[in-house]
């Protein structure tokens, strides 16, 4: 079980950051990360983080402006998202799966296909 919730609400305007957080309900240690739908376009992978919080992911697009953390024991992810731009606008869902791996490539894990759990989602919305 997950769930997500935005810090600072949902509207912002260009520039501006948000933070969002999410939480997985149960024990063990997940790989979790961030995902989000815009309008008009299939669910993209934004960025994932493991046990090992060195090892992430970041897409390009949001690279050098958000940045993904956790709290290993709470299993709660975070997303910090500076210097918003309009089209990130869209749902972000928080993913986890477990992480039984030895070895993960983040690139490839990173994918809302391999998440197990979701979060409902939180609307982003930047405007201007």
């Known amino acids: 079980r997950c769930s997500s919730w935005s810090l600072g609400g949902g509207l912002v305007q260009a520039g501006e950051s948000l933070r969002l957080s999410c939480e997985v309900s149960?024990?063990?240690?997940?790989?979790m990360g961030w995902f989000r739908q815009a309008p008009g376009k299939e669910r993209e992978r934004v960025s994932c983080?493991?046990?090992?919080?060195?090892?992430?992911f970041y897409a390009a697009s949001v690279k050098g402006r958000f940045t993904i953390s956790r709290d290993s024991a709470k299993n709660t992810v975070y997303l910090q998202m500076n210097a918003l731009k309009p089209e990130d606008t869209a749902v972000y869902y928080c993913?986890?799966?477990?992480?039984?791996?030895?070895?993960?490539?983040?690139?490839?894990?990173?994918?809302?296909?391999?998440?197990?759990?979701w979060g409902k989602g939180a609307q982003v919305t930047v405007s201007s």
């Open positions: 993913g986890a799966v477990r992480d039984t791996y030895a070895i993960v490539t983040m690139e490839f894990i990173c994918d809302h296909h391999a998440m197990d759990y």
């Open positions: 149960g024990s063990g240690l997940y790989i």
């Open positions: 983080i493991r046990r090992n919080t060195e090892n992430t």
